[in-house]
């Protein structure tokens, strides 16, 4: 009883705290069908990477846009690698974000910088490229970002002071700066994000002219220093190695850096009127189980009822706990409103075997001991099958991608585990205590009406 207590008196300052909001910002994390946002899912062009090494870069392109993101500061964001049919992409959930070109573009700040010459007879930018040799095969690739030494800084020019963007090639990025640079001396070399050029403070794309061969460092000019800085910050957080954007089918298949595979707004409002929904569905579900559970079990019910708000605390607590790694979506929801009708389960079992047991006529103790016991295997056995298909859904809702599959089974399971310890310790606790006081012997308040006789 002293552990029941002490745990529910620790939930209850866990789960309502005086200074937040049970399911606002600062309580539990809520998911982007709740909270409102922005939804998009980018492809990765892995086609210059080895197949034995494109879930490890996708790995790390994850790592990238989470640190890139968080650098943005937006919470609760959820960056999760997909892969499918041999194709490999990135969904990218962006809480509270609910303007989708304000997501595209927060996007596309994490997108490979490249570098474009202009093509004369084309009259546009076109992608600079060079030739090196990778492994024995020569490659033609793209100077981009990716070949950035992860330590850019931003100084201020000696003569103009205007700010100046530092960078250093590694060793592939040395050799295509080279080739590139030493074709173009006196000639614009561009700057772009995505599909767009980096623009400067006067709104100019920037493109300065190659004075010389450059290998080792770089410069960039024509930044503003909140540009320059934003934009050192955001390279030093780890570079992308694969460009993210869409594959197009057609007669030849393209490439479209920069522009999304889909994209889709969640509006907060839609959230909140969810969760008001699903309160109330939950309110009308737990009253109905509390009425029957009162009226065919009484004195057990009663208990059922009390160890159920119990039970409720501390899921709550649970989730509020471990918010970093719990997100509470629609479907999250529904698996806290199954397992809370599956909290009664255990009850039910436990209760029908009670009165079983004191039929037959067995004392008020022993048939309380007894019906734990006997109903133990049906409960394990119940809950290890619930289990089961909780992991199985939580596998294969992070191998499709099925973000909400997967927040279910999170839920459900928690809960289903929560609910042996209430129906074994919290139930149990409770009805030794009422029996052992002596309190209520009568079998009547236990569901057992006494035999009538002619």
């Given at each position: 009883m002293v552990l029941i207590l002490t745990l529910l008196g620790f939930a209850l300052w866990s789960a309502v705290p005086i200074d937040t909001k049970l399911l606002g910002p600062n309580g539990l994390r809520l998911g982007l069908d709740l909270k409102g946002g922005s939804y998009l899912i980018y492809q990765a062009d892995v086609s210059d990477i080895e197949p034995d090494a494109r879930d490890e870069i996708m790995e790390g392109v994850k790592g990238v846009l989470e640190s890139r993101i968080n650098a943005l500061g937006i919470a609760e964001a959820i960056v999760q690698v997909q892969k499918q049919e041999g194709e490999h992409s990135i969904a990218i959930q962006l809480p509270g974000i609910a303007d989708i070109e304000q997501a595209r573009e927060m996007i596309g700040l994490v997108t490979v910088l490249e570098f474009r010459e202009w093509d004369e007879a084309r009259k546009e930018w076109v992608p600079a490229t060079g030739t090196v040799t990778v492994d024995g095969e020569v490659k033609e690739l793209i100077l981009s970002s990716r070949y950035f030494v992860e330590r850019t800084y931003v100084t201020l020019d000696e003569w103009t002071?205007?700010?100046?963007?530092?960078?250093?090639?590694?060793?592939?990025?040395?050799?295509?700066?080279?080739?590139?640079?030493?074709?173009?001396?006196?000639?614009?070399?561009?700057?772009?994000?995505?599909?767009?050029?980096?623009?400067?403070?006067?709104?100019?794309?920037?493109?300065?002219?190659?004075?010389?061969?450059?290998?080792?460092?770089?410069?960039?000019?024509?930044?503003?220093?909140?540009?320059?800085?934003?934009?050192?910050?955001?390279?030093?957080?780890?570079?992308?190695?694969?460009?993210?954007?869409?594959?197009?089918?057609?007669?030849?298949?393209?490439?479209?850096?920069?522009?999304?595979?889909?994209?889709?707004?969640?509006?907060?409002?839609?959230?909140?009127?969810?969760?008001?929904?699903?309160?109330?569905?939950?309110?009308?579900?737990?009253?109905?189980?509390?009425?029957?559970?009162?009226?065919?079990?009484?004195?057990?019910?009663?208990?059922?009822?009390?160890?159920?708000?119990?039970?409720?605390?501390?899921l709550l607590a649970i989730f509020n706990i471990f918010s970093s790694y719990i997100t509470l979506t629609l479907p999250g929801l529904a698996g806290f409103i199954v397992s809370l009708g599956m909290a009664v389960d255990a009850n039910v079992l436990i209760f029908e075997r009670i009165k079983e047991e004191l039929r037959g006529g067995r004392s008020l103790g022993a048939a309380v001991e007894a019906g734990f016991n006997r109903a133990w295997t049906a409960i394990r056995d119940s809950n290890i099958t619930t289990f089961i298909a909780c992991i199985v859904l939580i596998w294969l809702g992070g191998t499709l991608g099925a973000l909400m599959v997967r927040g279910f089974a999170v839920t459900l399971g928690v809960g289903v585990a929560l609910s042996m310890f209430t129906a074994i310790v919290v139930t149990r606790t409770f009805l030794r205590l009422i029996v052992g006081s002596h309190l209520v012997n009568n079998p009547a308040a236990y569901g057992v009406m006494p035999l009538r006789t002619k």
């Open positions: 002071r205007s700010p100046l963007l530092i960078f250093e090639w590694d060793e592939t990025g040395q050799e295509l700066s080279r080739q590139i640079t030493g074709r173009l001396i006196n000639k614009p070399l561009a700057i772009f994000l995505g599909d767009e050029p980096l623009l400067g403070e006067d709104g100019s794309p920037i493109a300065p002219v190659v004075r010389e061969v450059i290998e080792q460092r770089g410069q960039i000019d024509g930044l503003s220093l909140a540009d320059a800085q934003m934009l050192s910050r955001f390279l030093n957080t780890g570079r992308i190695p694969v460009p993210l954007g869409r594959w197009v089918e057609g007669e030849a298949r393209v490439f479209e850096p920069g522009v999304p595979l889909y994209e889709r707004t969640v509006d907060a409002t839609l959230g909140a009127d969810s969760i008001r929904k699903s309160i109330l569905a939950a309110g009308i579900g737990i009253v109905l189980l509390l009425i029957f559970m009162l009226l065919y079990y009484r004195l057990p019910g009663l208990i059922a009822c009390l160890s159920l708000g119990i039970y409720g605390v501390l």
